[in-house]
Structure formats: C-alpha cells, structure tokens
C-alpha cells in the first residue's frame, strides 16, 4: 500500500478555550485541534519531527533554526481501471451469391489505364531552309 504525507508546521502558541487556564493546557488544546482538523481530513498522524532549517540573519550572515513540524499520512486511493463496454458479438458473413461475386469482381478489378495520348503537335512537311525567320530576310 503506497501513501501520500502532509507536513505541517506545530502549534508554537495554545488557543484559549473555556476552562483553559495554564500554558500547557492552551498548547495542547492547539495541538489537539491542528491534529482533529487533519483527522476530519482522512490523514493519520505520524509523528512529530524537529528539523534544521537555515535563515538568514542581516544581510550576510546565516543562523540555523529548528522547526517543529508534524508528519501525517493517508493511503492513495487505488486507481480506477476503466471498464470497456461489451462489444456485441459479430456474426460471421453470409455466403455470397453468383450475382454477388460478379459485381464484386468488377468493383475490385482496377480500370485499364488509357493509351497515353501524343502531347506533340502534327507536323508539316517543311523543306529544308524554309523556315518563316530565314524568308523574312
């Protein structure tokens, strides 16, 4: 089973709530409600992680910070597959007819391609040197 995870930051102050008077019962009180609000959500708390993060201090200098962050997961749903709808079956071809095959066959023969035609002109019988450029001169 495969599972995706949610990383959030951990309450740092308590919610005031009715009856809520110390400190530590406002933090857990914010705690609890971060933790339900992702519950309602499907995701199943995990643990409670406390990381370094760098920051940056001024303008060149860099401190560490840790970060308190709460882990949740949930399961991915499984993918869908998509179901072809039945194909009706096929009934096998009937058997043609003589009339059928006939008219079929002419269908399927290719025309015969025509005699190709002569794209030259008809020529005329000229004498040698009789051309209409040599009696012009």
Request: charged letters at 30%; proline letters at 14%.
């Amino acid at each position: 089973m495969s599972y995706e995870y949610k990383v959030v930051p951990a309450p740092v102050r308590g919610l005031k709530a009715k009856g809520m008077k110390t400190a530590e019962d406002r933090f857990a009180n914010a705690l609890q409600t971060a933790m339900n609000d992702l519950a309602a959500d499907g995701w199943e708390y995990l643990r409670a992680d406390t990381l370094p993060c760098e920051q940056r201090e001024g303008l060149l200098s860099k401190t560490t910070v840790y970060q308190n962050m709460l882990v949740f997961r949930r399961a991915k749903a499984p993918a869908k597959a998509v179901k072809q709808p039945p194909q009706p079956p096929v009934a096998p071809p009937r058997p043609k007819t003589g009339e059928e095959r006939v008219a079929e066959k002419k269908l399927v023969t290719p025309p015969k391609p025509p005699a190709p035609a002569s794209t030259e002109a008809p020529r005329e019988d000229k004498k040698p040197g009789s051309s209409p450029d040599v009696a012009a001169e």
